[in-house]
């Protein structure tokens, strides 16, 4: 089954990191934020990614064919140019990088891959976005429902103190503590080919029109994600994220309430 990564915007809150290259190449741990995402799948023998690119989209071609020399050791023979690869890790992922424009919003973008996807079932999700999904419960879910989609829904990170007041009296004050259920679009979507139907035109975002429309005509369900789910929107997400990592295996590789061992499916580049 194939997983779209959307992965051209302009990432403008992120504007420090890029105006030099694009929103999925920023690094968390060393590592483009792409990647991580792409971890996850993995981990759930995911294997087959598209990458709807369009800002920048040169910067993300040039790596994903750099990728095998990167993360593994090579030999070259000076006198005339003779490469021999010697592996140092396995990576059997199939990654397509697809220009979809550079303004082309994303519905526009997934309209676009038409042809790639192959008339069947495929999952699609944002560059930017990293949880611990149990894919397999995932699809297990949207197959059960027999709907055309399913979004994931997850619960945003808390990010202020809560105040819980009897007229002006303030009778509670906590710390960023998450107490009422809000349910958000956390990407990890699964869509059946009948979804393309749904997209209109390049200038068309995904998150309105379509799954609007998906939605009245009762095609679209909610896979509810209670596990961690964070956004790179912003700076300070990067470095959140990028201090999670540094404990170790970082949460979004957390399934199962089992620590996943760094070197099952963490690919270095």
């Not at 998150?207 to 596990?227: C, N, S, T, V």
């Not at 590789?253 to 963490?266: E, I």
Request: hydrophobic share 40%; glycine share 10%; net charge negative.
């Amino acid at each position: 089954m194939k997983t779209v990564l959307l992965a051209g915007g302009l990432g403008s809150r992120l504007a420090e990191e890029t105006s030099r290259i694009p929103k999925p190449m920023v690094e968390v741990a060393g590592r483009p934020i792409m990647l991580h995402v792409m971890d996850i799948y993995s981990h759930w023998g995911h294997h087959d990614f598209i990458v709807a690119c369009g800002y920048k989209c040169m910067l993300i071609k040039s790596f994903f064919h750099e990728l095998h020399l990167l993360t593994n050791d090579f030999t070259v023979a000076l006198g005339n140019g003779g490469m021999t690869l010697r592996p140092t890790q396995s990576i059997d992922w199939n990654v397509s990088v697809v220009d979809t424009g550079q303004l082309t919003m994303t519905g526009g973008r997934l309209r676009r891959l038409r042809d790639w996807l192959d008339n069947e079932t495929f999952m699609v999700t944002y560059s930017d976005g990293v949880g611990n999904v149990d894919i397999d419960a995932l699809l297990a879910f949207h197959r059960a429902h027999g709907g055309l989609a399913t979004v994931t829904a997850v619960q945003p990170p808390a990010r202020f103190g809560n105040l819980e007041l009897q007229g002006n009296q303030v009778v509670e004050f906590t710390e960023k503590v998450q107490k009422y259920e809000t349910w958000i679009n956390g990407g990890f979507f699964v869509f059946e080919p009948g979804v393309l139907d749904y997209l209109q035109g390049d200038e068309e975002p995904l998150e309105q029109g379509p799954l609007g429309r998906l939605a009245q005509d009762g095609q679209l369900f909610a896979y509810k994600h209670k596990g961690f789910w964070h956004p790179m929107d912003t700076v300070r997400d990067r470095d959140t994220l990028e201090g999670l990592a540094e404990k170790g295996a970082p949460p979004w590789l957390h399934f199962h309430d089992t620590k996943v061992p760094a070197s099952a499916h963490y690919i270095h580049a």
